[in-house]
């Protein structure tokens, strides 16, 4: 029965009818425990979706739909390793690099490329890495595009000030802009090259490589450039091919998808700056993601009911796009790493057995770090003619607990969540008129994510949360979220325009 037609979907479509005269105002207002009742924990991370546009009655509905969709037994595939991204013929186990599969063979193998990799990455941090003329690597540069890059970039970023001696830099433009810049204060014979690309294929990232390369050999001529270069991908025959040594090679399964890479070895940008133990506590903090995932309550299952708040603005209310407004300048890589998790994995046209959909599916995603975002978009959250649910991602402890400035920042956040759903009624009433132009009319949703602080195993929590959300979607959608043949047409054009 196509989607639109089951009774779950119907049943949300009146049900929205209904909630024509909703106001968030008035539910918070007239309902005191709303607040508590929709305030959700998971791994340590906090949720509060009292500031959305549902009743107790939405969520019993859409947690209908998910009961329909079967999404305890797509979850349960998703962990067993079941080839569930049909168009490519393989699972989607990314969980199996942070939470021990069943597999023990599996288990075995992902245990030892993390520590291969692990090793390698407290080796540069201890110095103890050496170049072909035996000076101590010093500069790390990571070339790699979209999954291969993102997520490392995003981590990396969120751990704040790397804690080894490595100078670390991350390229994935093609513009070579972005690789002069990393190479400006670089020596060859004090910089490693890490190709990170999970088919060792993409254009980018191998032209960037081979330009780095060309930088080493034209900077010390006589250096054996093979000890200057290291791999990660689940080709390692492409990269010999390459010139890569299998020493320095890091492999992972063909069936962790680009964009849910960061906990394999494309992830050693975090080792290399925060060391072994900060991403083992990334991997724990997912895992624990995960296990709340499995083992939760549906009513109490903070990716389940975000998934379903997701296809409820989307199909019910026509959102076509959705915001995600990091406060915290750490997390300021969150709407990018988001973009790619959620377009990639939830842009898709057709369902699962290739048929056209007639519902849409991903929004757009976007964002911007708060406080920041306030002086440039926020007019539009606020007074727009149509509105975008926003997520507010922040974290209840920052670096120096003592700092009003970081109190500003947590009070900031808030402070707008009220403003998007109560508009004026959040003001104390003045008695003044105001004229039409100033009016915010609030009823605009919002969810506060809220980290207990912004370490490595709130982050890997908080980036399980996403991952797992956007698989919700995914099957209440009837798609495969797994896949991504989109972007080969951008690919091969550009072939056929290179060739002539
Ligand atoms: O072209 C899209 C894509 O395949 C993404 O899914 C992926 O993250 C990125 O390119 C990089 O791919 P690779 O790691 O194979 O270089």
């Known amino acids: 029965m196509a989607l639109t037609s089951t009774p779950a979907w119907q049943a949300l479509q009146r049900h929205r009818d209904a909630l024509a005269s909703f106001r968030l105002d008035a539910a918070l207002r007239d309902d005191p425990a709303r607040a508590g009742r929709w305030r959700v924990e998971a791994a340590g991370l906090h949720a ?10 939405t969520w019993r509905l859409l947690l209908a739909l998910a009961e329909a969709a079967e999404l ?20 989607a186990w990314h969980t199996a690099l942070r939470t021990a599969p069943s597999d023990a063979a599996v288990a075995r193998t992902v245990e030892a490329e993390r520590r291969r990799m692990l090793a390698f990455a407290e080796q540069l941090r201890a110095g103890q890495l050496r170049g072909a003329t035996g000076e101590v690597i010093d500069t790390v540069v990571c070339i790699g595009i979209g999954g291969s890059d993102l997520g490392p970039r995003l981590v990396t970023a969120a751990l704040g000030e790397p804690s080894g001696p490595i100078r670390l830099h991350f390229v994935s433009n093609i513009d070579p802009v972005e690789l002069d810049q990393a190479l400006a204060q670089a020596a060859p014979e004090t910089t490693l090259v890490v190709c990170i690309s999970k088919s060792f294929s993409t254009q980018e990232t191998l032209e960037n490589t081979r330009a780095a390369l060309a930088w080493l050999r034209a900077g010390a001529p006589s250096l054996d450039t093979r000890r200057h270069l290291a791999a990660v991908t689940c080709q390692p025959e492409r990269a010999r091919a390459f010139g890569a040594d299998p020493d320095l090679t890091f492999t992972f399964a063909d069936w962790v998808g680009g964009r849910y890479s960061v906990w394999s070895a494309c992830g050693v940008a975090i080792a290399i700056a925060h060391g072994a133990d900060a991403f083992e506590a990334l991997l724990r903090g997912a895992a624990a993601l995960d296990a709340h995932f499995l083992e939760a309550p549906a009513e109490r299952n903070l990716p389940l009911l975000l998934g379903l708040l997701g296809v409820w603005y989307v199909n019910f209310w026509g959102c076509r796009s ?17 973009q790619q998790l959620e377009m990639e994995s939830n842009g898709k046209r057709v369902d699962r057995d290739g048929r056209p959909l007639d519902y849409d599916t991903s929004p757009v995603v976007w964002g911007e770090a708060g406080t920041t975002a ?7 959250l606020h007074q727009g003619t149509f509105f975008a649910p926003v997520d507010f991602v922040t974290g209840a402890a920052f ?10 920042l947590y009070a900031n956040a808030l402070a707008q969540a009220d403003a998007l759903a109560l508009g004026e009624a959040a003001l104390k009433p003045t008695g003044a008129a105001k004229p039409e132009h100033a009016i915010v ?20 929590a908080a980036l399980a949360l996403y991952e797992h959300r956007t ?7 009837r798609i495969n979220s797994f896949d991504q043949w989109g972007v080969e047409i951008g690919k091969l054009l550009l072939k056929q325009r290179l060739a002539g």
């Open 48 to 57: 509060d979706l009292s500031r959305n546009l549902a009743t107790d009655e």
């Open 72 to 91: 305890p037994r797509w979850r349960q595939q998703l962990f067993a390793g079941a080839p569930i991204n049909g168009t490519e013929r393989r699972p």
């Open 322 to 338: 959705r915001a995600v407004m990091p406060y915290a300048q750490r997390l300021r890589h969150l709407p990018a790493y988001l």
């Open 374 to 380: 306030q002086h440039s978009v926020f007019q539009f």
């Open 399 to 408: 670096e120096r607990s003592d700092e009003e400035r970081e109190r500003l």
């Open 441 to 460: 009319p609030g009823n605009r949703p919002s969810t506060f994510i809220t980290l207990p602080r912004i370490d490595a195993f709130s982050v890997g």
């Open 471 to 477: 698989f919700v979607q995914g099957v209440l959608w």
